[in-house]
């Protein structure tokens, strides 16, 4: 199943958004070290920033991350390495121009950023651990969005045609780490035709990881995890934006009735109780989407979306046997759909 739409702007409003500690600017060290999401104060202004382990989407709830500031009335920012090198006995992920498009959507700057220290993995021979940001690099680009005067989008399309010299900066940092703890890490020129896409231009960068995404996404909806427990069709979507840009999404469970078409992110939990609240946020991201869809199409028959949001459980889930903090989360969630206009399912169950 193939879907079509539109977003031409994005209205939504968070309610599971968490506290933000607030850090000052001097502090930053200490605030990536700390917490994934905060606050940070730059002089009289105030800066929600989360930041990403891994450009990764899948790795470490990147999304419940941004989710966090997404409430947050001022600039929003999140910052997410070019690329993540884990040495030869890890993984290397690199970055990939539909999560900055995203984050584009959601109105949120992005740094692309660089680790420049690791510590040595004692588990593995060649793996690295507890990697850290350049943060005068940071501190820099941080104090050039307070000063930007245009929205993110912009931002972040200007941002990648630096993309080259940061991926350069990462790889000889790499290269330090690799000399100083004595760890191999990937090579090199396995990852120069990358490297070398990236150093083109934005066009080249931004059509590289539209290819990619495209292929993962049609990877995506061949198989159903087992650990999903869905019985619709999974169906792929493309949105197109006001700038004639496309992005590649998938659909878990699409149903169809009438002229409604269902749209549902799922999540699951081999639990009795509900999904984390991590996962939870990171299924919300796409409610932010699916929410915000316009003249959705499939086989040019339109469609009114309906998003929903489906937590599965193992069987003996009972909504009266939840935690008192699993209710007030639940209470959170309710509240979210109905100001948002999504679903929420809990199993088969629809409890809006």
């Known amino acids: 199943m193939n879907i079509f739409s539109?977003?031409?702007g994005i209205s939504y409003t968070p309610m599971?958004?968490?506290?933000?500690?607030?850090?000052?600017?001097?502090?930053?060290?200490?605030?990536l070290s700390k917490t994934a999401s905060f606050l940070l104060k730059v002089n009289k202004t105030q800066v929600a920033v989360s930041w990403w382990v891994s450009p990764k989407r899948t790795r470490s709830y990147p999304y419940a991350r941004v989710y966090?500031?997404?409430?947050f009335g001022g600039k929003k920012l999140t910052i997410i390495p070019i690329i993540k090198d884990e040495g030869k006995d890890g993984d290397r992920d690199f970055l990939q121009w539909d999560?900055?498009?995203l984050m584009s959507l959601l109105g949120v700057y992005v740094i692309i950023g660089y680790y420049e220290n690791?510590?040595?993995?004692?588990?593995?021979?060649?793996?690295?651990?507890?990697?850290?940001?350049?943060?005068?690099?940071?501190?820099?680009?941080?104090?050039?969005?307070?000063?930007?005067?245009?929205?993110?989008?912009?931002?972040?399309?200007?941002?990648?045609?630096?993309?080259?010299?940061?991926?350069?900066?990462?790889?000889?940092?790499?290269?330090k780490i690799s000399k100083m703890l004595g760890v191999e890490v990937h090579s090199r020129s396995s990852a120069l035709k990358r490297i070398k896409n990236?150093?083109?231009?934005?066009?080249?960068f931004m059509n590289l990881s539209r290819k990619l995404a495209k292929k993962?996404?049609?990877?995506?909806?061949?198989?159903?995890?087992?650990?999903?427990?869905?019985?619709?069709?999974?169906?792929t979507i493309t949105i197109e934006n006001y700038l004639g840009g496309y992005y590649y999404f998938t659909c878990d469970e699409v149903k169809i009735k009438n002229n409604n078409i269902f749209l549902v992110e799922g999540k699951h939990t081999k639990t009795n109780n509900l999904p984390s609240e991590e996962d939870i946020k990171d299924g919300l991201i796409k409610m932010i989407l699916f929410t915000n869809l316009k003249e959705v199409k499939m086989n040019d028959k339109s469609y009114s979306p309906i998003p929903a949001l489906k937590l599965t459980t193992e069987n003996n889930f009972v909504i009266e046997k939840l935690s008192n903090a699993q209710r007030k989360l639940l209470l959170q969630l309710k509240k979210e759909a109905e100001i948002n206009n999504f679903k929420i399912i809990i199993n088969d169950n629809f409890i809006n």
């Open 6 to 8: 539109k977003i031409v």
């Open 16 to 31: 599971l958004c968490r506290s933000l500690k607030t850090f000052d600017f001097d502090n930053l060290n200490t605030a």
């Open 68 to 71: 966090d500031t997404l409430s």
């Open 99 to 101: 999560t900055i498009s």
């Open 118 to 175: 690791a510590s040595f993995n004692k588990r593995y021979k060649n793996k690295i651990t507890n990697q850290k940001f350049d943060i005068s690099y940071i501190k820099e680009k941080i104090k050039s969005i307070l000063s930007y005067q245009s929205d993110a989008l912009h931002w972040n399309l200007s941002q990648i045609d630096n993309a080259g010299e940061i991926a350069q900066k990462a790889f000889e940092n790499y290269d």
């Open 198 to 204: 990236i150093m083109q231009d934005k066009e080249t």
């Open 216 to 235: 993962a996404q049609e990877r995506e909806t061949e198989t159903i995890q087992p650990k999903e427990k869905l019985d619709g069709t999974k169906a």
